[in-house]
């Protein structure tokens, strides 16, 4: 049976509590009416519910309740809806290709990554990151949240990651998950996927024999880097992973278990909440400094009660099932007006209209979209089919829409997607070290977090609205010549210096379009 089976069959068992006995407790959100302490009250007079979880930022509680009470829960006062706790499924962790081990590697200053030929980013080369690296323009001074599944810190495991990783949280109990730390080299590789992507540094060094580098050297061959000039042994060579902002720093907030299955909706909100308090701690004044001395191991990471978060990285979807009105939806909104900017991943669904996830379809997500480049496919296909296959399978030139990537629009007439970005056969680092071609709308995110990021460095006045919009503005359809239109690939290609210009010219506007 797949991952991807084992992982709906998980979402079926999760939003179906009737199948359970009367006398079993199930799991809801229940979102109030004006405010909860009303809805408080009427869920304690039912005899075995409890109170899971009030949330700071949106009137909303997650709440046991027996089935059987379940029905008459529904018309008490105060309660504006209930919702299942589903699973939330991070989208297609498995869909990753080894590239076998590295002969070495090393992480890479900011400096390091400045001098770096142009055309040597491999994951990227379109959205332009490397000239805003090349004009020492990193991301420094952003702090960004991957929610997600933990986000390894352990040097000598990641170098891509070292130094990036200020500490985490884990929202998920022993019972749900035995990896408690969320900076873990043992969790499931999915969120350090993503912030390699985002905030990695570090080159690997491969045979230049092997055939990633000679599938590298024949379709993406600016990307292969000679050791001569490094200084690496003979009969090697080099590949550079330097993500979109090198220099963001990461807080990592695990609420996806280690063994790649789904992490219950509640749990998700839990961590979007926490992230929106911390943010508001720290304009209130508090000191964002560790509140556990000592922290900074990979089994102990240091924890906030306050950070500067711009950005919200969420690769990660559930079903859309109230578009805009569920409370994920509602806390995305809440992000925004917080100031940070929730950077989400359409999933992974398509070709099929309306299948775009939640939290990507709350109102102001910068939701992502997937695209795949005739370079990276034959990268791919070479290494799952042999050298030569990847020319075969791919013959036409043209930046596509990945063809699994959920397609808008969304069921309350929104478009459902804001623009697209590279997403298929990126070269990441994975929690256990491993390094693979990772596929899908999941790594597609984490470039346009990236981006605002960059933004973010150097308009740090900005309302994070008006970086959302420049992205927006900014992308290119141009670029994307295979048919697809707005509702796969939303305002275009990403394209970072084009929202650059924008945001330095003024006038991009403040709010979120309707």
Do not use: W
Request: net charge negative; proline share 8%.
């Amino acid at each position: 049976m797949s991952n991807r089976m084992i992982r709906m069959l998980t979402l079926f068992v999760l939003t179906a509590p009737a199948l359970a006995s009367p006398a079993a407790a199930a799991s809801f959100i229940v979102r109030c009416d004006g405010g909860c302490a009303t809805a408080t009250a009427a869920i304690q007079q039912i005899p075995g519910a409890r109170i899971d979880r009030a949330f700071a930022n949106v009137d909303a509680l997650v709440v046991d309740v027996p089935v059987a009470a379940v029905a008459s829960l529904k018309s008490r006062p105060g309660i504006a809806e209930i919702q299942e706790d589903v699973a939330v499924l991070s989208t297609d962790p498995s869909d990753e290709q080894p590239v076998g081990p590295a002969a070495g590697a090393q992480a890479l200053s900011p400096a390091q990554i400045a001098s770096l030929p142009a055309g040597s980013d491999y994951n990227a080369p379109l959205v332009g990151a490397h000239g805003f690296h090349a004009q020492g323009r990193f991301g420094a001074g952003v702090v960004v949240a991957v929610i997600d599944s933990g986000v390894a810190n352990d040097p000598a495991v990641v170098p891509a990651l070292a130094g990036s990783v200020l500490g985490g949280e884990n929202f998920l109990p022993a019972s749900l998950d035995p990896v408690l730390s969320a900076t873990s080299t043992a969790n499931d590789p999915h969120g350090t996927f993503a912030a390699v992507l985002l905030a990695g540094h570090a080159l690997y060094r491969f045979p230049t024999a092997s055939p990633f580098i000679q599938s590298l050297l024949a379709h993406a061959p600016q990307s292969v880097l000679s050791c001569a000039s490094l200084g690496c042994p003979a009969g090697e060579s080099a590949v550079a992973v330097a993500g979109v902002a090198p220099a963001a720093k990461i807080y990592a907030m695990k609420i996806l278990p280690s063994n790649g299955t789904a992490g219950p909706s509640s749990r998700v909100l839990m961590a979007m909440d926490r992230a929106i308090t911390l943010r508001r701690n720290f304009d209130a004044g508090l000191p964002a400094v560790p509140v556990n001395p000592g922290c900074g191991a990979a089994e102990n990471p240091c924890v906030y009660d306050s950070l500067p978060i711009r950005i919200a990285n969420m690769s990660f979807g559930g079903p859309a099932l109230y578009a805009g009105g569920s409370v994920r939806d509602l806390l995305v909104t809440e992000m925004l007006e917080a100031g940070i900017l929730p950077v989400t991943a359409t999933g992974n669904d398509g070709p099929a209209a309306l299948t775009v996830q939640s939290p990507g379809s709350g109102p102001g997500a910068l939701n992502v979209t997937a695209a795949t480049s005739a370079a990276h496919e034959r990268v791919r296909r070479d290494l799952e089919l042999g050298l030569g296959a990847g020319l075969q399978l791919r013959p036409a030139g043209n930046l596509q829409i990945q063809g699994t990537s959920s397609r808008g629009p969304l069921p309350d007439g929104r478009l459902g997607i804001d623009l697209a970005a590279d997403g298929y056969a990126l070269l990441s680092q994975g929690a256990d070290g491993r390094l693979s071609l990772v596929s899908g709308t999941s790594f597609a995110a984490p470039l346009a977090a990236g981006a605002a990021a960059l933004l973010g460095e150097r308009f740090p006045a900005a309302p994070v609205v008006e970086i959302r919009n420049a992205l927006v503005e900014g992308a290119d359809p141009s670029l994307l010549t295979d048919g697809s239109g707005p509702v796969d690939h939303g305002a275009g290609f990403l394209q970072i210096a084009a929202a650059d210009a924008l945001l330095a010219a003024g006038g991009v506007s403040p709010h979120l379009p309707h």
